[in-house]
């Protein structure tokens, strides 16, 4: 039993170290060569739908994934002055069994006042906006 306490607490403390955001799209903008019926199924599939940002790892889970092929690369924490990003980049050249090139950065701004924080979720072709809050 005297074990378990300051195991119990250790777990408590690292688990307070992960912040996770919540994020809810709201728009998506396209390219200009994405078909009219391709856009309206995007939109009905992800507006009003969230997004689980895990700023300690940056991987983001819910109605999309940024992991599927390996694991999205850090750039930033975020805090009081600077935005949380992070992005997944999957490219036959560097990964093994990938057909053509994948792009996911995610960026939330951190730094601005308020409960609710602005991000940007830049998708191959498509830029996803909306609004996030801590978890």
């Known amino acids: 039993m005297k074990l378990l306490v300051p195991l119990l607490m250790c777990f408590a ?4 170290l992960t912040a996770e955001y919540k994020c809810t799209i709201s ?3 396209f390219g200009d060569d994405i078909d009219v019926g391709v856009k309206e199924r995007w939109n009905k599939q992800l ?3 969230f997004l689980l ?3 300690r790892t940056g991987v983001m889970t819910g109605a999309l994934n940024n992991s599927l092929y390996k694991p999205p690369l ?3 924490g975020g805090d009081s002055e600077n935005s949380f990003v992070s992005a997944t980049i999957v490219s036959p050249r560097f990964d093994a069994d990938v057909v053509g090139v994948d792009t996911r950065i995610i960026t ?6 308020g409960s609710k924080k602005p991000f940007s979720l830049f998708w191959d072709d498509m830029l996803m ?3 996030c809050s801590l978890q």
Do not use: C, E, H
């Not at 403390?13 to 307070?16: E, N």
């Not at 939330?108 to 006042?113: G, M, N, P, V």
């Open 108 to 113: 939330i701004k951190t730094w601005q006042s």
């Open 74 to 76: 850090l750039l930033n």
């Open 47 to 49: 507006i009003g739908k």
């Open 129 to 131: 906006r909306g609004r």
């Open 53 to 55: 940002v895990d700023t």
């Open 27 to 29: 728009r998506i903008d």
């Open 13 to 16: 403390s690292a688990v307070g």
